[in-house]
């Protein structure tokens, strides 16, 4: 039993979890538990969210993922996980930490964006787009030129603050494919592989993670360039940024069958309120990546663009 | 229940073409806009898709674990559209490891498969991936061909079973269980008007001889060409300079030594034969 930090919660344990930063704050009460134990095949009375997940009538979710494990997740405090197969330890921590997590932020009311977020100076931007799209390696690029990492992947919107809102980080940890450590320079010997079988990276980050929650400043959604050598970033206004927004918007259709769809329109209406967002054309090429890293480090060590 | 349409081919075959003529034919043949095609969204293989309707990364997931689930996401997707939708496909028409049809038969309404000949194709598409010619030959004469394997890089696609270029043809004409509409690229570089009428027939749309025209005119060679040079095109790969490149059929007679085509002509005689290409 350990207890950790994620979000700024205090997160108990059964589970080994190397991925989270170890709990140091107060004696609180643990604010989520997870605990190894038997998950039923299927919640009553459950809606399908798609072939792996089910939504239980009290927005209780359950995800299976065979030969991994069945996971639990309720009132935003509680996972249960039953493991499948022992051999795949950072497989089961994977679910848990991608879906598991997104569960437990919308159960509390939180907006996740399928974003990774870097810290510049005394606030942060996200870098939404869907997967391939290349948000860990800018992030991971960003990084390397003295950004420090919120969240790699899952960004959390905290719109509770009466403050603009605020990215609560997540865990020091890339997840980062082979050739994107090759051209960052990053030897992946000892480093471990989510899957076996294939050459993805958990990339540890301690020494670049910021821990504190953080103003958002903007949101970058990544575009493929589609072979345009001149694409600049451009700001986007009114339903093109609802649109572009709301397309990130981590787990939809999950959100969807747990009857958050209002909620989570009036949680972007809140964020394009406060934060700008930019289209940022990427043209998919390792050489190009530098260059923007420092346009966006440029942009907003100078204060935020309007 | 509506079921899905599988726009079928093998890379470089007409397949973006054909989606964008049914999105202007869909609009009484109004012009596209290549960037905002809704027809161009859904490929069956997309990490996107997949995402959406799985709720897990698919990047968590292993191969096999990927293709076991395909079917069900396609069931789910069915299950809650809410008019006929089409689906592009470049896999072979496979049977998972579990042994069920990747692409189910009870929510599939129809499939189009278009073919063209595999000397134009090793040409266009060894040019589209970066490759030399002699490797797509050899590509497209490898019977367990995986694209977009993705072992130490992560593309936009999940890894999809192309198997050679014959295997393929033969995947999706052979299936008694399909309705299914053949449709040949040279046949739609020469009458574009006529194939797609045929498509709408197929379709059981009704569509005006205006929008027909219209669908024609709006995805005319040069006009794409045009589009993806002042806008771009998301779907050209990292390793090509662009997507619409020539349009042509039976470009090979220059564009391949006599070495080259006897070769593909081996490897693939039989479907060659088959599809009248020899």
Known sequence: MMDYLLCGWRVRSQLTL???????????????????GTVPDHLDGAKSAGPLIEVGPDNSCRL?????????????????????????????????????????????GLFPLHASSVRIGDSCIALAGSSGMGKSTLAAT???????????????????????????????????????????????????????????????????FDSRPVRLAAIYGLADAGGMQQAEIGRLDGLDALGELTMNFYRRRLAAAMNLQNDSMRAALKILAAVPLYRLPLTRSFDALGAIAEELLSRHRSGLPS | ?????????????????????????????APVRLNHVKQLRLGAASRSLLEEVLGVDTSDLSHEEIEELRPRCYEAIARDAKRPLFMKVHDARISTAGGEPLFPPDITSAAIYIVRDPRDVAVSYAYHSGVSIDAMIGIMANPRYVAARGVSSMSASVPQRYLSWSAHVESWLDTPDMKILLLRYEDMVRDFATELGRVAAFLGMEPSPGAIAGAVAATRFERLQEAEASEGFRELAPTAARFFRKGVAGGWRTDLSDKQVRQIESDQGVAMKRMKYA
């Not at chain 1, 190397?18 to 190894?36: A, C, T, Y």
């Not at chain 1, 497989?91 to 997590?101: E, I, Q, Y």
């Not at chain 1, 030129?145 to 009466?162: H, I, K, M, Q, Y």
């Open chain 1, 18 to 36: 190397p991925e989270l930063l170890p709990w140091s704050g107060d004696d609180r009460v643990p604010d989520v538990e997870i605990i190894l």
């Open chain 1, 64 to 108: 299976e993922i065979k030969r991994v494990a069945r996971y639990l997740v309720s009132e935003g405090r509680r996972v249960v996980i039953e493991t499948a197969n022992a051999g795949e330890d950072a497989a089961v921590r994977a679910f848990l930490l991608g879906t598991g997590f997104a569960m437990l932020c919308l159960q509390r």
């Open chain 1, 142 to 208: 960003l990084v390397k030129r003295g950004a420090s990492l919120t969240a790699d992947d899952v960004s959390v919107v905290d719109l509770s603050a009466p403050a603009s809102p605020s990215i609560l980080p997540a865990y020091p940890q890339m997840k980062l494919w082979r050739n994107s450590l090759d051209n960052l320079d990053i030897a992946a010997e000892g480093l471990l592989r989510v899957r076996r079988s294939f050459e993805k990276y958990a990339v540890p980050a301690a020494t670049f």
């Open chain 2, 1 to 29: 229940m509506i079921g899905i349409v599988w726009l079928a081919s093998y890379p470089k075959s007409g397949n973006t073409w054909l989606r964008l003529a049914l999105e202007s034919l869909m609009a009484g043949g």
